[in-house]
């Protein structure tokens, strides 16, 4: 199956500092890439969409400030959080799929564990 | 408000028995359902899905049936092997969202040899 890879895949940092995470799609072009967020025994959550060459779109409660998504390539996808503080920490994940469809099917990174101290 | 729901936080289940996940939803607007499966440390993969418009959906030892009525769905796993050990997430699509997936919380299946 399509491989999606993220980089790094945990981090610890200060309290104030940015934390970059990168999402790359191994062996196909993605024309979407999606980014969740996940906390302990909860649920993923999506926090955004990404359609290469144009702006994310947030979900609700989602802070697009904080948040920085860029998505550059057919094969990359980047998640800033900036000005990271301790309620940051989480798991984030990021998907990918060469389609729009619901039918269309995601392939999931093996996640970034970021510790904001 | 939690659209996708899985009240079973764990199962087990002995080797070469069915394992049986269920999953509710609340949105009535949810038209394709699937269900994805994550070991530890690496990211859910795609299991199996179902349209609306159908009742049943099977592909191998895995069969995942909806209630429309109900809001409910399951993933019948028959019969279950250890390595079907994971946990298993329940996701649901809105007409009109495409991919913006609901996730349920997860299930933890244990099957044990």
């Known amino acids: 199956g399509a491989v999606v890879s993220q980089h790094p895949s945990w981090v610890i940092c200060k309290s104030g500092t940015s934390v970059k995470i990168e999402c790359r799609s191994l062996?196909?072009?993605?024309?979407?890439m999606f980014w969740y967020r996940q906390f302990p025994k909860q649920s993923l959550m999506l926090m955004a969409t990404s359609n290469e060459g144009s702006k994310a779109t947030y979900e609700q409660g989602v802070e697009k400030d904080k948040f920085l998504i860029n998505h550059a390539s057919l094969t990359l996808s980047t998640l800033t959080v900036t000005s990271a503080h301790p309620e940051d920490s989480s798991f984030y994940i990021c998907?990918?799929?060469?389609?729009?469809?619901?039918?269309?099917?995601?392939?999931f990174g093996p996640g970034t564990r970021l510790t904001v101290l | 408000d939690q659209q996708v729901k899985q009240n079973s936080p764990s199962l087990s289940v002995q080797e070469g028995r069915i394992s049986i996940l269920n999953c509710d939803y609340t949105n009535s607007m949810f038209d394709y359902f699937l269900w994805y499966k994550k070991y530890p440390a690496e990211g859910p993969t795609f299991l199996i899905s179902?349209?609306?418009i159908k009742d049943k959906n099977e592909d191998g030892r895995f069969t995942v049936f909806l209630n429309k009525s109900a809001k409910h769905l399951s993933l019948h796993i028959v019969p279950s092997q250890p390595g079907d050990s994971a946990v298993y997430f329940c996701?649901?699509?809105?007409w009109g969202r495409g991919q913006n997936f609901v996730f349920g919380p997860g299930t933890r299946l244990s099957v044990l040899p």
């Open positions: 062996d196909f072009q993605a024309t979407t």
């Open positions: 996701a649901a699509s809105r």
């Open positions: 179902i349209s609306s």
């Open positions: 998907s990918a799929s060469s389609g729009t469809l619901s039918t269309d099917t995601q392939y």
